[in-house]
């Protein structure tokens, strides 16, 4: 057994986050509420070194336009006095409008003209072919209007077929990489185990 007292912690802690898998108990409720509770903790840490780095010490230096900023967060607290509440909203309406405009510009960019350009490809390849194809039948795939009886509602049928098709095939990738992006820490958390807790591997 390792005579380290963080392998044990981290080891014991990890095997109460497993505990779960057998079912719902106390012990993993305790893990989930402390691990909860050092991320708050830690990440209000964070945020009270970045209010001191990049508001506070750039005033001292005579950068006083950091006051407006600094301002504006203190006036989101405004909404913890009735008599002054609507104050909050200045600031909050700031937040939302510039957080807004800032995604907007990269998700059209990014997922709208960029998926568009990366789709007009020549037919010169199967990989173009299909993707074409694919795009072209998973946005068909998505008319929900009545369609007239005929050649064209038969194509319409083929091309939500094949959509399906490509659909499941794109979330099973995700998927997979989802699951492959996992194996490393769940070998990591075995080694740590079985390795460096009670020396069942050898080498660790």
């Given at each position: 057994m390792s005579t380290d007292i963080r392998t044990w912690i981290t080891a014991l802690l990890t095997l109460g986050v497993y505990s779960f898998l057998v079912r719902d108990n106390r012990?993993?409720?305790?893990?989930?509420?402390?691990?909860?509770?050092?991320?708050?903790?830690y990440y209000a840490a964070l945020g009270l070194k970045s209010?001191?780095?990049?508001?506070?010490?750039?005033?001292?230096?005579?950068?006083?336009i950091t006051l407006i900023?600094?301002?504006?967060?203190?006036?989101?607290y405004a909404r913890y006095f009735k008599s002054i509440a609507w104050v909050s909203k200045i600031p909050v309406a700031i937040i939302v409008a510039v957080g807004a405009a800032l995604t907007l510009r990269?998700?059209?960019?990014?997922?709208?003209?960029?998926?568009?350009?990366?789709?007009?490809?020549?037919?010169?390849?199967?990989?173009?072919?299909?993707?074409?194809?694919?795009?072209t039948c998973t946005v068909l795939y998505f008319y929900f209007r009545a369609r007239p009886e005929?050649?064209?509602?038969?194509?319409?049928n083929w091309a939500?077929?094949?959509?399906?098709?490509?659909?499941?095939?794109s979330f099973g990738i995700g998927f997979t990489g989802v699951l492959?992006?996992?194996?490393?820490?769940?070998i990591g958390?075995?080694?740590?185990?079985?390795?460096?807790?009670?020396?069942?591997?050898?080498?660790?």
């Open positions: 012990l993993f409720r305790l893990i989930e509420k402390f691990f909860v509770g050092i991320g708050a903790g209010v001191i780095q990049v508001g506070i010490a750039p005033i001292k230096q005579g950068r006083y900023p600094l301002i504006l967060g203190l006036l989101v990269g998700t059209v960019q990014a997922q709208f003209i960029d998926q568009i350009a990366g789709t007009l490809l020549p037919w010169n390849s199967i990989n173009n072919v299909l993707l074409v194809l694919g795009t005929g050649s064209f509602d038969t194509a319409m939500g077929k094949f959509a399906r098709f490509v659909m499941m095939f492959g992006a996992n194996i490393p820490r769940t958390q075995i080694k740590l185990i079985f390795g460096q807790w009670i020396h069942l591997i050898p080498g660790i």
